[in-house]
């Protein structure tokens, strides 16, 4: 086992692992960095290949960590090893487990996606709240949902807490972030997808509406809900019947309520 030693902050892989903790050069760099034992060894197992790990002193004494980062050396990804302290630095995480990675951003082709699969999709309208995205994410890809389009606005799926929340979904379901000229979804339309929107105005009860795919079901962010432009392509506005003294649900239950209910509606 071949691991190359870091002590330093001011090291060009612990520069480039913080700089990472910003979007933009996440998008610059088209790389994102993955913590804990169970995130690295699930994107492994979904035959993702990282750029570099490093791990932490104290993870190299437990049990199972041989077993993980023998499988990255064979896939001739290179290691590093640093201190419990830099490795507090370097994670986002409180208490680090003390393996992190550093991935590279999968790349999907909006058009193929389409003409690949005719099932049922997610819009996701300038959603906010990374802990929000993520469960979203994680809702979705549990669901049966075919993919996810992030209008321009919403929040990165590849932040460190979105990423948390989603528990490895993006592993999985392709999330495509689409430009301000995309984010009407008109797209969609053109490609014969029915567009539901959650809207609590003019929404007609969720579980008396007849779905049928190809649907894309649009969550509007947690403040103002769905965009105008992209409400008024809304086919079918939909809404969950509050009975309490609330006046709606956060966006990530609203949105996995409605999700679960149309997957079952459409199998």
Request: glycine residues 8%; hydrophobic residues 40%.
């Amino acid at each position: 086992m071949s691991l190359q030693t870091i002590t330093s902050q001011s090291n060009s892989v612990s520069k480039q692992i913080l700089s990472l903790q910003q979007r933009k050069n996440r998008k610059d760099t088209g790389l994102f960095v993955l913590e804990g034992v169970r995130g690295v060894k699930d994107a492994l197992d979904a035959g993702w290949t990282p750029d570099l790990f490093v791990v932490s002193d104290h993870f190299l004494k437990q049990g199972d960590s041989e077993h993980t980062i023998t499988n990255m050396i064979q896939l001739n990804v290179s290691g590093y090893q640093v201190p419990d302290g830099l490795m507090k630095k370097l994670a986002e995480t409180e208490t680090p487990q003390g393996l992190l990675a550093v991935f590279p951003q999968p790349v999907h082709e909006v058009k193929a996606l389409l003409q690949k699969d005719k099932g049922l999709w997610l819009v996701l309208d300038r959603i906010q709240d990374p802990g929000n995205l993520g469960t979203l994410i994680r809702s979705a890809e549990a669901s049966g949902v075919s993919g996810i389009f992030l209008t321009k606005g919403s929040t990165d799926p590849f932040n460190g807490k979105a990423l948390r929340a989603a528990t490895g979904a993006v592993l999985h379901l392709p999330v495509i972030e689409l430009s301000t000229e995309e984010s009407d979804c008109q797209f969609l339309i053109d490609a014969g997808v029915h567009l539901v929107g959650a809207a609590l105005e003019q929404g007609r009860i969720y579980s008396e509406i007849a779905y049928q795919l190809p649907l894309a079901l649009v969550i509007g962010n947690e403040a103002n809900g769905i965009d105008h432009t992209l409400l008024h392509k809304v086919e079918t506005r939909v809404a969950i019947p509050m009975r309490g003294q609330l006046q709606s649900l956060n966006a990530a239950i609203a949105g996995s309520i409605l999700l679960f209910h149309i997957a079952e509606a459409v199998r």
